[in-house]
């Protein structure tokens, strides 16, 4: 019985296209869930000083509103610090609806790169 189904040349197309999808999303870094103001993933602060800085933001955004978050991680992967930190403030939804007052700090160790990034609230 003869295969009447896709021709080889089409498959391998398909599968090598799945593949390459799989293997972009695999080099994907992760976005960590907001916790504190202060989210230090690399081991660079200690906890007295992760905890000061905590409290300062807090006090920063009691009295002004202003909500600023400091991310500091190993690497971003293959993403670039601009990509990553707009999906990091896009996630985080930081700064109030309307006023747009929110800041990211981006600290990327391993790839020696850091970033502000203004968050926008839609």
Known sequence: ???????????????????????????????????????????TLSEPEQNELNAKLRALEQSKGSQFAVLIIPSTGEESIEQYSIRVVEAWQLGRKGIDD????????????VRIEVGTVA
């Open 1 to 43: 019985m003869p295969y009447s189904g896709m021709p080889l040349h089409r498959l391998l197309m398909l599968l090598s296209g799945l593949i390459l999808s799989i293997c972009c999303l695999a080099s994907t870094v992760e976005i960590p869930r907001l916790q504190t103001q202060v989210m230090d993933l690399s081991g």
């Open 102 to 113: 929110g800041v990211l700090l981006l600290i990327a160790k391993d790839d020696r790169t």
